[in-house]
């Protein structure tokens, strides 16, 4: 989980400034955190542009590994008089053959406009390269072995390729993945609530972290957490509205007891998040096959107010999602993308068409390899990159501060 937060801009729409997205520097900085620090995930991101030669994939990684996002790692959430006590969240679904990271300026503008976004990674196989943490006794390769928790090691999850004409077999298995990626983002919000519930415990060796200052302070860390299966079925939400699935049936209560154990990320002092989440106006969005998830966790389950779907993907969606759908929804599409008679069906939609947008113009690549590479790769079109991302979160930004949208 990936979350960002900072304390720049509160009240309406402000158009961002420049900083907001030179947030991916090379020169200099070297104290910044680097936008990705594993080469496996840069490896699998540029193993995704197909049309790029070999050499072209080897440029292309070292530009992307030497760039560094100006953020603070690990840093306290900003608090002054003008922050609210507590702050809206947003969940955030990747697309296929993205990851966690390759949204990060997206998700820090919206930060930056009062809001918490936890960008979650998916196990499903869809994600350009990640890997899961398992016991120690299932993967004995000393190479997979990587920090963690002791008695568990790395296990990575490699990128399904399924075909490009292969489309009975693609629905299938896209369907299979969106179902696995609504039970992911679920449990990422009863994650967040025990957050805000106070029930993650800090590391005891860890010393606490004095509250922000600065301008714009923001928190950029991994975890990984897990129930076992009695967990699961006693977990209980002490919030007093409750959760409702979309029969009306009251969901059981977290307890105590319930709580999530970090595999990952202890070092993290989560009691930061207690009593500052407003998970009453939590919003989703995703990208791809991530708008897709977050169309059916608003079918799910109604903890989600709005939903925000960014070039859609809308096939591996059953027929009954269209019908138990309630929320407003945004729709940020590009030419030839999901057809608009598709988005039509949902009862309260509003779909907006960027004509000059590509297939990567919501993602990171665009303001890294840019502009004469970016667009010789179709990252970006003839728009300026910044330009397009502006547009994007001015957009998103809008149909989030309106309450009666």
């Known amino acids: 989980m990936q979350i960002f937060c900072t304390k720049k801009k509160w009240n309406g729409l402000i158009k961002p400034d420049a900083a907001t997205f ?230 059981p209560l977290h307890t105590d007891s319930g709580a999530s154990r970090l595999v990952l990320g202890e070092e993290y002092e989560w009691g930061l998040f207690a009593d500052r989440l407003d998970l009453t106006s939590s919003v989703i969005m995703g990208v791809g096959l991530g708008a897709a998830t977050a169309l059916a966790c608003c079918s799910f389950t109604t903890d989600f107010q709005k939903a925000i779907a960014l070039d859609a993907t809308l096939r591996p969606l059953g027929a009954d999602v269209y019908t138990r759908v309630v929320q407003p929804i945004l729709f940020l599409n590009r030419p030839g993308g999901a057809a608009p008679e598709a988005q039509a069906k949902f009862e309260d939609a509003e779909s907006i068409t960027l004509m000059d947008a590509e297939p990567h113009t919501f993602s990171d690549l665009p303001l890294l390899l840019r502009p004469v590479l970016g667009r010789r790769l179709r990252l970006n079109g003839a728009t300026d990159a910044d330009q397009m991302a502006e547009t994007v979160v001015r957009v998103c930004a809008a149909f989030l501060q309106v309450d009666d949208y």
């Not at 990271?101 to 406009?113: I, K, N």
């Not at 918490?116 to 016991?135: G, N, Q």
């Not at 990984?224 to 009306?248: A, I, L, N, P, T």
Request: net charge positive; hydrophobic share 30%; proline share 3%.
């Open 22 to 251: 030179d947030c991916l520097t090379r020169e200099g900085d070297d104290h910044l955190p680097y936008w990705i620090e594993r080469k496996e995930y840069i490896a699998g991101m540029v193993s995704q542009l197909k049309t790029v030669s070999k050499r072209g994939q080897w440029l292309a990684e070292w530009i992307i590994g030497e760039r560094r996002i100006r953020c603070v790692k690990r840093a306290a959430l900003a608090t002054t008089d003008t922050i609210p006590s507590r702050l809206p969240v947003i969940l955030f679904s990747h697309g296929v053959g993205e990851s966690r990271h390759q949204h990060s300026s997206l998700c820090s503008a919206l930060a930056s406009h009062g809001y918490v976004v936890a960008a979650i990674e998916h196990r499903d196989y869809s994600a350009c390269w990640t890997y899961k943490l398992a016991p120690e006794c299932v993967v004995t390769s000393a190479s997979s072995i990587r920090g963690g928790r002791a008695g568990r090691v790395e296990k990575p999850m490699t990128f399904l390729d399924i075909g490009e004409h292969d489309g009975k077999r693609e629905n299938k298995t896209r369907n299979q993945q969106v179902h696995k990626r609504v039970a992911e983002c679920v449990r990422l919000f009863h994650f967040l609530e025990e957050c805000d519930l106070g029930l993650i415990n800090r590391c005891p060796c860890c010393p606490s972290t004095s509250s922000s200052s600065s301008s714009a302070s923001s928190s950029d860390t991994t975890s990984m957490f897990s129930f076992s299966s009695e967990e699961s079925d006693q977990m209980k939400r002490r919030r007093s509205r409750g959760s409702r699935g979309r029969e009306g049936c009251r969901l």
